[in-house]
Structure formats: C-alpha cells, structure tokens
C-alpha cells in the first residue's frame, strides 16, 4: 500500500481526532486553553497519532491513545521553543512568542494533563504507565541534550541515545498504546530515531516554507548532531 493510500484510508480517523483534540483542549477554558489550542492548531503531519491507528485494531483504543499522543507531542514542542527561544513553530509564532513564558510553561503543562487524563478515564492505566515511561524519557532526553551543548566531541552512540530518549521513546509508545506488542514497539522506537536524524538533516538544508522551521537551530544552538 502507497504512503498516499494510508493516508486516504485514515482520513476518517484523522477527522475524528481533530475533533477530539479539540474537545480535550477547551475542557478547562482560560489562557492556557488558548495556548494549547494555538499550539495543538498549527496543524503537522500527525504522524505519531498514524502510528497508534496503524499499530491498533480498536478504533476508539486508536483514538483515545492517538489524542494522547498528540498532546503529550505538542506539549514537549512548546517546552522545547521555549527552551531554544524559538520563534516559529511550522510557520507559526511559537506559544512562548505569541503569549510569553508563563503562559508557554502553563500551556505545556496542561497540555501533558489533557493528555494523561485521555487515558485515565477510561481507566487506560497501562495506556498512562506507557505514555508515562515515554515522557519521562524525553525529560531525560532534553537533560541530556543541555549537557552536550556545544561540544564538538559528543560522540556518536551518545546523540543516538539522546535521540532514542527525546523523540525514539515517544514513536515507541505510540505503537505500543496501539498494539500492547512490545514487538511493534521495537519498530517504532528505531522509526523515531531514523525519523529524528532525518530531521537533523532538514535543519541544516530544509527549506523553512516546507519544515515551518528556520534552518540552522541546532548549529545556533550548538546541538551536536551527525
């Protein structure tokens, strides 16, 4: 099956987690609602709520654990613009630099409660245990990332295992949400790492109208990649 076939096929999935997605975010109206929704609004690919569709053979278990996802996801992009001083965010002024720092750390925050509270009402607690594990793993990640900054001399196996952590951990637990099979969990941690240095990759030659990035963050930054 082509990529295009996959994604006409999920269309019907992708249109019901929007809306899902939206229903989590206004649940506790004010400003960090807004910010969620500003951040959860600038669209992306939607690739790790794909992964717990195509890895799930319940459709609301596949919803439930793709709104998860989500928000955890987004909620980890507007920490980390924070942390890096981003400004753009796919195109967009980043949460921090359309509502300042306090409500981009409020927002994140709540953000990663909408997204454990998916989970625990439905009493999902090996669903929260996973999602747990894997932001944990991202924190640590993130950790990791800020004592290599700027050193030249990082080698190889430590950015893979920081790439594992920060964005290989998450691809995991989607397809473990979907699944519950640590064997397709194995596949989606190593998609997360080739994923993420390809994404390296676009941050020195991507084009910013086609990565909503501006090029050279990590060099800026002096993020140790390949």
């Known amino acids: 099956m082509s990529a295009q076939a996959v994604l006409q096929e999920a269309r019907p999935y992708f249109d019901a987690l929007e809306q899902r997605l939206e229903l989590a975010v206004e649940r506790y109206p004010g400003l960090v609602a807004v910010a969620g929704r500003n951040a959860v609004a600038s669209g992306g690919k939607r690739l790790r709520p794909l992964l717990v569709h195509l890895t799930s053979a319940e459709r609301e278990r596949a919803l439930r654990c793709g709104v998860a996802v989500e928000l955890a996801h987004v909620a980890t992009l507007v920490h980390d613009d924070l942390i890096d001083g981003a400004e753009l965010r796919r195109g967009r002024s980043s949460v921090w ?5 306090i409500a981009a750390k409020a927002g994140g925050d709540y953000l990663f409660s909408r997204a454990f509270a998916e ?9 929260v245990d996973i999602l747990a594990r894997a932001c944990l793993a991202i924190a640590r990640g993130e950790a990791m990332q800020q004592r290599q900054a700027h050193d030249a001399d990082t080698p190889i196996e430590a950015y893979l295992e920081r790439i ?13 949400l979907g699944s519950r099979d640590v064997r397709l969990g194995e596949f989606g941690l190593a998609l997360g790492i080739a994923f993420q240095i390809a994404d390296d990759i676009l941050d020195c030659v991507g084009d910013t109208i086609e990565t909503g990035k501006i090029p050279g963050a990590d060099l800026r930054e002096g993020v140790p990649t390949l």
Request: net charge negative; hydrophobic share 35%.
């Open 164 to 176: 594992s952590l920060k964005t290989g951990k998450l691809f995991e637990a989607c397809c473990l």
């Open 97 to 101: 630099h359309e509502h300042g720092e």
């Open 119 to 127: 989970l625990a009402a439905e009493g999902d607690l090996e669903g």
